[in-house]
């Protein structure tokens, strides 16, 4: 009758509910383990890296990179990498520069190099840039 119909369509609703939950649960979980198995692989590198999304702003940083700028990961995640760096276009011959300056905490300029790597999705499209940085030395 239209009593039981309606409790099945209830109970269907709140079980499918359920499993909707414990679905975005497992893929939370699942993405923690991912961010901190990439946090751990970072912070095992000699050298800083830093990882931004498609809008610049830092979503992971290697341990080398926050002691390089002197700051937390809470201070440095989620703030656009632009807020710590500048960066020279051309170099004395018109060519563009590679080199990236970076300001610490304490105001010192530190150059670098940097190597960029993006992440695509199926699409092609850029996820997650991630950029290392060498010391930069003129006489190389």
């Known amino acids: 009758s239209k009593q039981n119909n309606v409790q099945v369509l209830v109970a269907a609703a709140l079980h499918y509910d359920y499993q909707l939950r414990y679905i975005e649960q497992s893929a939370e979980k699942q993405l923690k383990i991912e961010n901190n198995r990439r946090k751990g ?5 000699p050298y800083p890296v830093i990882t931004l999304n498609p809008r610049g702003t830092i ?3 290697s341990r ?3 002691t390089l700028l ?4 809470n201070y440095l995640l989620r703030k656009k990498i632009s ?3 500048y960066t020279d276009t051309e170099n004395e011959n018109g060519k563009e520069n590679d080199l990236i300056r970076f300001i610490t905490k304490d105001g010192q300029i530190l150059i670098f190099t940097k190597e ?3 992440i695509l999705d199926e699409d092609e499209n850029i996820v997650e840039v991630q950029m290392a ?4 030395n003129p006489t190389l």
């Open 59 to 61: 979503v992971s940083i």
């Open 70 to 73: 002197g700051r937390s990961d």
């Open 41 to 45: 692989l970072l912070d095992i590198l």
């Open 83 to 85: 807020d710590f760096y």
């Open 116 to 118: 960029t790597a993006r």
């Open 133 to 136: 940085l060498k010391p930069y």
């Open 64 to 66: 080398a990179a926050r």
